[in-house]
């Protein structure tokens, strides 16, 4: 009590006004309204409910206890020594134990799941147990809670204003606050994992995880100052703009119509560039339930960037979010190049931080998003709310790793279950993979071009690439790509399976053009760079020559008159050729040229890496007795060189993804107020890599971190393979730098080349 009083005489909390929810961002002035911000709270948590993808008579009956949960949520912020933590003391008590308390007291309509809700929706229940061994959870034995009780009563007054004005009905009074424990009607055993998973029935598990996910994500959106919540889309009304859109100057396609006009699940095969994305959304259209989400899963960063900015111009900006683990870093270059905006980077974070809550209705992201809340890893009980009645569009998922088809698949199972309708695209499905969806999913609907009819007839016969298989590699045959591009007024696009590969040949070819008219594009490039580079080679006037890796297969809208390409499987060529005469317009089909042998060596015998080497040979092969390449050609390739499917390694690691334990029994395993903190780890780290700081950008990463612009500095971050790692630890050329909270690598980094991880920088001391 002695330091209440000594606290007290320090600063004044006298009346309703000084009541704080949050301290300021600036010192001395004063912090964020308790009782505005929990007003803003219930002000979002209606608009959520109301936009639940659920019959009317769930939502009441949600909204009803949903609402009360953010009227109470912060009510234990009132208690003294949370107001004097705001202020600059340390308290160390959590106020959701007292806003449970007065909750318990004050609102006779909250069920203990909607209680719970209010006691996690800062921390798992995890916490409670690692932190403080739950003293301060309601307890009459407990010396910590006492103490929490008596800072409550000392602003009793304050306490009984503002639950009058929060609940203006609950004509709330309190005589004796030291009964709070004895009123607090939520069980210990919901903070325990072990008890809660068989002492708390499933469906009471189920409400509480609904109730916590959506009380968290209004407080977060309240908290971002968000208010002007989208309201859920009526796809069908963007028909028209669909067409206007994707279609262009040509009438809908055969199989674009049969898209529009299909109800339920669905298969979509159709080449590049034929107006895939254009049938994607028709489909989308027809099958959106009412407030039903739209979710577009592509496998790439970069794809999901494109795509994000395409779907803007459809369902314009305010309903679009792109959710990926780099889209705060996107985000930002899209935001400091607009004008308007006061605050790039303080946008760039609340949009990137609203993307992953109920706020967009339609959200481009990657498939690790969706699987983060199957396998409930953290924030995975919005999802409950968001996922239901919803349409997924899963794009190429050929491309994605056998364990991650498996993954999805047991996925799209579990939400097939909440309604979910589900269309998987691809302009190169192989066989094997449809006969997969049709039996695990049980989709009967096929849509592809009919050769039969004159509008698809045109899309499969139509012959964009004249193919050329060529000996030897791209190096053993530089000196002849030099010499004919430097013949050609066409633009030439050089396709690379390697870094290495691609930064060798943009040196050779600098000796010989103009450096404006070659641009190089990979992987290894940090965000501020990437994103400069995509504008360049996706503008009007594409640079003369571009040298890229596999990292512009997917969606980035490029379209170049002629190419060379590193040997690939058929899958991954189609994705390559879809960049050189995108559309078919040109007057003769171009000319791409495809070389027996990858160029970079290993010991002496051919790298196929990141592909396997037989499927790629047999691919080779296959294009040989094509020189004039269709579209129906180039699928029946795919299914000759994928006509065994799976095999070995690759079928053990679909199966353990199909049978995944967690996500067959996702219901019976839920932990409300839990999360499984491996998941994160284990899902952003699936594509092999890390990110690390160039030594040369040390300083400036420090002097952004320092002035506090913590996005601009993440940009300088370039990602590499986890496996080339191991070489730089060992080589001691990577070191993790405590104090950064980064890894840091002595290596050459170019806004030009991107990083050379064969190079360290001498002299960096």
Known sequence: ???????????????????????????????????????????????????????????????????????????????????????????????????????????????????????????????????????????????????????????????????????????????????????????????????????????????ASFLRGLLMTADHIASAHQFDLPEVPIHKDYISIIKKQELNSYEIRPFQKRCSIILGDAILKAPTGSGKTAAILLWAANNQAENGRLFYVLPHTASINAMYKRLQEIYYEKNVGILHHKDSEYLFNIFENDNSSYDAAQMAESISDLARELYYPIRVTTPHQILRVALQGKGWEIGLAEFPNACFVFDEIHAFEPLFVGLTIATVKWLKDMGAKVLFASATLPSFLEEILIKEIGITNIIAPNGQISGDKYVLDKLRHNIEVKRGSLYSNIDDIIEEIKNSEKTTLIICNHVETSRNIYEQFKESFNINEIKLFHSRFNSEDRFRIETIIQSKNLPKIL??????????????????????????????????????????????????????????????????????????????????????????????????????????????????????????????GSYKPWIQDVIDGTDGS????????????????????????????????????????????????????????????????GLDISRQIENIY
């Open 1 to 207: 009590m002695d330091r209440i009083i000594a606290c007290t005489c320090m600063i004044s909390v006298n009346k309703l006004e000084d009541l704080w929810a949050k301290s300021s961002a600036t010192k001395g002035s004063k912090g964020e309204s308790l009782l505005i911000h929990s007003l803003n709270v219930i002000n979002v948590i209606e608009r959520l409910c109301d936009s639940l993808p659920l019959d009317n008579t769930l939502k009441q009956e949600i909204a009803r206890e949903a609402i009360l949960c953010a009227a109470l949520h912060d009510s234990g912020k009132v208690a003294l020594g949370f107001q004097l933590s705001l202020r600059g003391n340390i308290w160390g008590r959590r106020h959701e134990m007292l806003s449970l308390a007065i909750a318990s007291r004050v609102a006779s309509g909250l069920s203990a799941e909607g209680l719970f809700a209010i006691a996690t929706h800062h921390k798992a229940i995890e916490y409670f147990d690692d932190a403080f061994n739950g003293q301060q959870i309601p307890s009459d034995e407990s010396k910590t809670w006492r103490e929490m009780v008596n800072d409550l009563i000392i602003h009793k007054d304050l306490l009984i204003q503002f639950i009058n004005l929060i609940l203006p009905n609950s004509k709330f009074t309190m005589d004796n606050l030291n009964t709070l424990y004895s009123e607090t009607k939520l069980k210990k055993v919901w903070f325990s994992k072990i008890y809660q998973s068989y002492k708390i029935g499933i469906s009471q598990r189920y409400r």
């Open 547 to 672: 040298i890229a890796t596999q990292a512009i297969e997917v969606s980035l809208d490029l379209d170049y008159d002629c190419g060379y390409i590193e040997p690939a499987p058929a899958d991954a060529l189609g994705q390559r050729l879809g960049r050189i005469n995108r559309k078919g317009s040109r007057n003769t089909p171009a000319k791409v040229i495809i070389f027996e042998e990858p160029s970079l060596k290993s010991k002496g015998n051919p790298f196929y890496l990141p592909y396997d080497e037989e499927i790629t040979r047999k691919t080779i092969n296959c294009l040989r007795k094509n020189d004039l390449l269709s579209e129906q050609q180039l699928t029946d390739i795919v299914n000759e060189i994928y006509k065994d499917g799976y095999t070995g390694s690759s079928k053990e690691d679909y199966e353990r993804g199909l049978n995944n334990s967690e996500i067959k029994t996702f219901n019976e395993n839920i932990i409300a």
């Open 690 to 753: 890390i990110e690390i700081l160039p030594i040369g950008q040390y300083d400036n990463f420090c002097r952004r971190k320092k002035e506090k612009r913590y996005l601009e500095a993440k940009r300088l971050l370039v990602p590499i393979q986890t496996r080339q790692s191991f070489r730089l630890f060992k080589e001691k050329i990577l070191w993790f730098d405590k104090e950064l909270d980064e890894y840091v690598a002595n290596l050459e980094y170019s806004s030009d080349t």
